[in-house]
Structures are given as structure tokens and as C-alpha cells.
């Protein structure tokens, strides 16, 4: 079955500094893998997507992630952070096997950014 | 391009009532999935419709059910609400089914209150 770990619930920047969004998943088979954001009192929107195609994905925003076989790891990163990034970011692993392409999400992180 | 729509935006209800939420997928797709997200919480999957046919169901009781209309708008209705149905209720909508890593588009959600 699959599964995904956000580590750190909560995670604090300051504008301008480098920001980094941890996320491992357990799958079964191939994984599709998501990060998504939401603002506060909204849905989520699709930042990017992993569908085993290049290993580093550039998103929205200036987001990118890079898919790690060995690491089972897809983590979130930005450069340089900005005010309007403060939200919560939410993986997910796509459950495409069997109840087609359920999502599996983590936990969820939220990340403050500091003027 | 309309993108989700759903309603009510936010909705209280009492113990033991039932409540019908309602959702509008994106032009042109055919698939919408339900998702339950608690407070703190990432969203769970509660079930997904595909061509007006349940195509896949999370850990959720039967009072939980769903409808799926001809031109892809969905329900969600939950009966004997209890406290802990308390949650924003979010609808996304995908083109297609099955296999594919169809990019799922998430709605502004439902904010359910049960007292």
C-alpha cells in the first residue's frame, strides 16, 4: 500500500532564503507523486507532478522536486523564498493501481516566511 | 474554462442530520473524487465516480454516498452526521480514470460544522 511522510509538520524561512519541503513515500509500484499548496480557507492547487518521466520537476511558482528511487524521496524545494509562498504544502502519492489514482496524502507542512 | 465549483461554502448541522454537498467537475472531465480533510489534517479519500459508476472507495462507512450526474457534476450526502463529520469536504475532478496520472483539480472545498 502506499503511503507518504511529510517531516516537519512546520517549517519557518525568511524572505529570500532557500526553501526545503521534506517528503518520502512508500509505494508498491512506480509512484506518481504530487505536491500541492493551499491557502488559507481554499482548495489545493497543483504545484507539480512526478509521472516517471525526468527525475527533477520544475513547478509552478519557481518550485521544483526532485524524485529519488533510491531515497524514496521527493522532496519540495525554492530558491529564494517570498511572502506570498506562506501556505500549507501537502505530497501525495498517486494510488493508480486499483481505485483509480486515488490520492495518498502526507500529513501536510506548513511554511511560515519571515520579512 | 470553468474550473470546480462547489456548494454550499460552508453549511452547520446538527447530530444525527443529513446533509447533501454538492460539486461541479472541470469542462470536459469525467472522473470526480471526494476527499475528507480534518482540521490539521490531510485530505482523506473518501470515493472517487467515474462515468456516473463508483470506481473506488476510501475507509469510510456506508452513510457516506455519492451520486454522479451525466454531465459529471457529483454529490456527496452523509447521513446520521456526527461530530466528528466536522471537516472541510473538497471535490476534485480529473479527465479520465484507471491507470493514467490524471492531474486532479481540487474545488474551494465545503466547510462542514456539526454540533
Known amino acids: 500500500a502506499q503511503s507518504v511522510t511529510q517531516l516537519g509538520s512546520h517549517v519557518s524561512v525568511s524572505e529570500g532564503a532557500l526553501v526545503l519541503l521534506r517528503c518520502n513515500y512508500s509505494s508498491s509500484v512506480p509512484p506518481y507523486l504530487f505536491w500541492y499548496v493551499q491557502y488559507p480557507n481554499q482548495g489545493l492547487q497543483l504545484l507539480l507532478k512526478y509521472t516517471s518521466a525526468a527525475t527533477l520537476v520544475k513547478g509552478i511558482n519557481g518550485f521544483e522536486a526532485e524524485f529519488k528511487k533510491s531515497e524514496t524521496s521527493f522532496h519540495l524545494t525554492k530558491p529564494s523564498a517570498h511572502m506570498s509562498d506562506a501556505a500549507e504544502y501537502f505530497c501525495a502519492v498517486s494510488d493508480h493501481g486499483n481505485q483509480g489514482g486515488k490520492l495518498i496524502f502526507g500529513q501536510g507542512t506548513e511554511l511560515s516566511v519571515k520579512p | 474554462e470553468t474550473g470546480v465549483t462547489q456548494s454550499p461554502t460552508h453549511l452547520i448541522k446538527t447530530r444525527g442530520q443529513q446533509v447533501t454537498l454538492r460539486c461541479s467537475s472541470q469542462s470536459g472531465h469525467n472522473t470526480v473524487s471526494w476527499y475528507q480533510q480534518a482540521l490539521g489534517q490531510g485530505p482523506q479519500f473518501i470515493f472517487q465516480?467515474?462515468?456516473?459508476?463508483?470506481?473506488g472507495r476510501g475507509n469510510f462507512p456506508p452513510r457516506f454516498s455519492g451520486l454522479q450526474f451525466p454531465n459529471y457534476s457529483s454529490e456527496l450526502n452523509v447521513n446520521a452526521l456526527e461530530l466528528d463529520d466536522s471537516a472541510l469536504y473538497l471535490c476534485?475532478?480529473?479527465?479520465?480514470?484507471?491507470?493514467?496520472?490524471?492531474?486532479?483539480?481540487f474545488g474551494p472545498g465545503t466547510r462542514l460544522t456539526v454540533t
Open positions: 465516480y467515474y462515468r456516473e459508476e463508483e470506481n
Open positions: 476534485a475532478s480529473s479527465l479520465g480514470a484507471g491507470t493514467q496520472p490524471y492531474e486532479q483539480y
